[in-house]
């Protein structure tokens, strides 16, 4: 099966340190890793991708990674020319060339270069690409210590799923990026997006949730069924916690006494500010940490965790 | 001003024969012209760009897509490297290495790479690109003669401009892909979106126009702002024709004498079936048929066309 992908001795390089990335059947450091330009999954955005963490030598959830990316590029029908264990084995290998522990792992499907003149998508050869590179927070854990200052956007709205599905993870970031921005310039570090409803969605490479009313709030539609995401009401199900997986609006997040950011880019994410104002007593809070205890504990648990032998 | 890019004595090449580029200051065959995989250009698709026609050895209203790509950056905040003589130079270059007479030019500005763990995209240097390739059409020469089969999407709605805004030419076409494959599986040969509202928006790279009720139709608002657009309708203007360009619903597309579409890459394009129905007599109209013949002679008009010297 994995007859596209020559099986190599690996060897950490320092030529990797800083990533690897597989293109084409070869691997290449991540600063000389390049698609084409005329590919459209860069020019029409026409593709999906899927990350996965690698934390103390395992990777985290990986077939539930691989069966989320298998159900978007499915429904985006884009075939990558890879068999789901060659891609795999290119994961591991491009992590073992890092020679990294802790990582951050992605894979891109895309609708391919359009021959020439050729405007047809379904003519198109499909591409897989991935690349290893050094573990990413969205907030760091420093910054985790105070808190995130999350603002809830008032100048821009998610994407509609009657446009762009968020189950299958995508490049459209355009409302994300334009509500960075927005947070920016109201002194906050990062933002949540509501959708036309005014229901709260999620936010640039993260799901939300919140604590209120005794019970853990997260959105049921309309967001990236992120891993992350799942694993902490696996976990809150497993304390005993309610969850409340339901639409809802800004007005949960205003009168939450712990709100956090969940992403396999830094796991669980204490918000201590929203909108300027202390979430709580502005520090984070018990549930969030038990879960962001829990979250990181799992990575050993060998339901979720796969060995990468070095 | 126009520092980063050197001036070359240019000679047409056979190695550019099917197109060239410019990415980081070197010229390169297309099929050679690559980004970097981690460009936030390609992975946030957080970028923005423009194409512009070259026909018959002319560049086609080029300070107008210059305006328009200077105003699609300043939105985004994106600061390009290169100034706007630099950025001319490049494109006259890239057409000049290749020899085409025609040619489909684009240029794209990036958010991009991250510095290694760094999520702030103000802290991202940003970038551009540029290449020239083989004029693209739509719809071909040959099929403009029956006329293309417009599918009104029922699947998929346009995204809002509340989410990303159309008049910023961005690559975020999810959505418009998902309608062309709902066109294809509807037996027809492109889309046409609606928006929240039942309006009717604009399809994959191209603006919508009807001859109704006595006048000439394109939607107001929710668009592109093309350029083949515009021309259009001061090309219409000139023959003293009636525009309403307001916002509509399908109905206007199903009781219309003609309908065609419009984009720099293919220019006016008739539209003889509509959902599967005639179209008028199911035949190129008169008005479409006038307006094209004046599009393609406008390309040498001294006011909009700027000529190469190859």
């Known amino acids: 099966m994995a007859t596209s992908t020559p099986r190599v001795v690996s060897q950490a390089n320092a030529a990797f340190d800083a990533g690897c990335a597989?293109?084409?059947?070869?691997?290449?450091?991540?600063?000389?890793?390049?698609i084409p330009i005329t590919d459209t999954g860069f020019t029409r955005s026409d593709c999906t991708y899927d990350v996965v963490a690698v934390w103390e030598g395992r990777f985290f959830r990986l077939d539930d990674h691989l069966d989320r990316f298998e159900h978007s590029y499915s429904a985006l029908r884009l075939k990558?020319?890879?068999?789901?264990?060659?891609?795999?084995?290119?994961?591991?290998?491009?992590?073992r060339r890092t020679g990294l522990h802790s990582a951050y792992v992605e894979m891109i499907a895309t609708r391919g270069v359009p021959p020439?003149?050729?405007?047809?998508?379904r003519r198109f050869v499909n591409r897989w690409y991935a690349f290893a590179i050094p573990y990413v927070w969205i907030v760091k854990p420093d910054d985790q210590l105070?808190?995130?200052?999350?603002?809830?956007?008032?100048?821009?709205?998610?994407?509609?799923?009657?446009?762009?599905?968020?189950?299958?993870?995508?490049?459209?970031?355009?409302?994300?990026?334009?509500?960075?921005?927005?947070?920016?310039?109201?002194?906050?570090t990062t933002v949540v997006l509501l959708n036309a409803a005014g229901e709260v969605t999620e936010g640039p490479g993260f799901n939300v949730f919140a604590v209120a009313d005794g019970a853990l709030w997260t959105p049921q539609a309309g967001v990236l069924e992120g891993i992350t995401r799942r694993t902490i009401l696996e976990l809150a199900a497993a304390r005993g916690l309610v969850a409340r997986v339901v639409p809802f609006g800004s007005e949960v997040l205003a009168r939450a006494e712990e709100i956090f950011m969940t992403s396999t880019a830094g796991g669980v994410m204490p918000v201590t500010l929203l909108d300027?104002?202390?979430?709580?007593?502005?520090?984070?809070?018990?549930?969030?940490?038990?879960?962001?205890?829990?979250?990181w504990a799992a990575h050993s648990d060998p339901r979720y965790a796969q060995a990468i032998e070095y």
Chains 1, 2 share one sequence.
């Open 276 to 295: 300027g104002k202390r979430v709580g007593d502005g520090k984070p809070g018990p549930v969030t940490l038990a879960l962001r205890e829990a979250y």
């Open 146 to 188: 105070a808190g995130a200052h999350l603002v809830v956007a008032r100048e821009v709205r998610r994407i509609d799923p009657g446009s762009v599905d968020p189950r299958v993870k995508n490049f459209h970031w355009g409302d994300l990026v334009r509500g960075l921005f927005e947070a920016y310039s109201r002194g906050g």
């Open 116 to 121: 020439a003149g050729e405007r047809d998508p």
């Open 80 to 95: 990558p020319p890879l068999s789901r264990a060659a891609m795999r084995e290119v994961l591991f290998e491009c992590v």
């Open 22 to 34: 597989w293109i084409d059947g070869e691997y290449l450091p991540i600063a000389e890793a390049r």
